[in-house]
Structures are given as C-alpha cells and as structure tokens.
C-alpha cells in the first residue's frame, strides 16, 4: 500500500469537519493529521504539518479559502468543500484537484479520492500520452464536467492557457497551454494545424485552398473554417497518407 496522503481539513464549522473526518475515516490512503477553522490557523498548520492534501472551505469569516492560497507556497493537492457552487471555475482556475458541495456524499468523495490517487500515477508517468477514451475534468460553460478526449473538437492558445471546444458546441478555458497539449494528445487523432490551434482529425469535414499556399480546414458542426498555415500543411498531409 502506497504511503497515506497526509491531510489538513480547513473549515470555520466544527460539525462540517468533523462530518467530514469521519467519512474520510473510510479511505485508509487518507490520514487526517489536523484541522483549522480559519485562515490563520490554516496557515500555521500548513507550516507545521506540511500537509499532501487540504479540504478547504471557501466562505469563512474574515478571509476565504482563496485568499489562504494566496498567503501560501501550499503545493499539495486542494480539494474544496462549500455549500455554494458558484467558485467552482475559480477552483479550477487555482488548480483545485475536486470541488464537493456539502452536504458531502460519501460516494462523489470517494471519486475525488479516486482521482488522487489517478493524479499520483500520472505523475509518476508525465511522458503516458492520452487516449481516446481518457476522461478530462474540465470547466465547461463554468460548470467543472469530465469529458472523453475524443469529444474535443479543437484547442486554441489562450496566452498561458487554452480555449477547448467540444463536438457539442461547448467551450471552456483550461489552465493547460497549448505546448501541454501537444505532447499528451495522440497524435493519430490530433493534430497541430497552426502555431495557436489543434484540431481532432476525425471531425474533418473538408479542405479546401486558400492562398499564399495556406488552406482551410472545415471541421464537422462547424460553419467558420479554420487556417492551416503552410508550415503544418504538409505534417496534416502526412497524417493522411
């Protein structure tokens, strides 16, 4: 058995952590090692314990799980617990690893603990590229959903992060940039059409010839066209033998 994730539970109502304690008494690759009820005391006890995982509430009197981010170097895994959903693309923006509304069920805590313990094993393997199959956490529309990676339409560079549309119309901005992307995607079905785009092949409607030998590509569901620069023309050429 792998090492117990060491964990602090930050939230300013004694019953919600104790609540919580006892539910998590039921993952045995969870120890809780302390609990806080505001932001400085989270602090301390982040310094103290050097926790791996910290459930977090974001409303608490005087200061927010947020601004606790804010005042620490915590580079553990952040799991939020609130009774408001309306942080949960900011949790996501801040990399939060889960989102639980309270009441807690104790069945969405075990895929949280779940997708830990998926995190670690990824880790362990930053090279294993992704499958078609693979389901994302992601925000979408402000809402945090999995989708299967063969959903993705395309991917545009957003600075230092990304805009993903799926094959339903949908589209959120991810934390990942585009280079991230790249090297995880499978290249059988992806591909870079453009130093800022990359496009699912499989929904490939058409190609047509542009100018100044660039071209451009029509993906299924889509009306405006995208452009294939010349530099990726002859990779996606290639692709399709």
Known sequence: ????YKALIVDDERLARKDLMALLA???QVKVAGEAEDVPSALESIERLNPDLVFLDVQMPGESGFDLLDKTAFKGRIIFVTAYDEYAL???EVNALDYLLKPVNPERLQRAIERLDLEEDAAAAPTRKLTPEDRLF???NEHLRFIKLRQ???IHAAGDYS???TADGQKGLT???LREWETRLPSSNFCRIHRSTIINMDYIERIEEWFNYSYHVYLRGQETPLVISRRY???LKHKFG
């Not at 058995?1 to 117990?4: A, R, S």
Request: glycine residues 0%.
């Open 163 to 165: 805009e993903l549309t």
């Open 90 to 92: 900011r949790a996501f």
């Open 175 to 177: 934390t990942k940039p």
């Open 138 to 140: 992601l925000p979408i």
């Open 26 to 28: 039921d993952f045995e």
């Open 233 to 235: 023309a002859a990779v």
């Open 1 to 4: 058995m792998k090492k117990p």
């Open 152 to 154: 993705i339409l395309c």
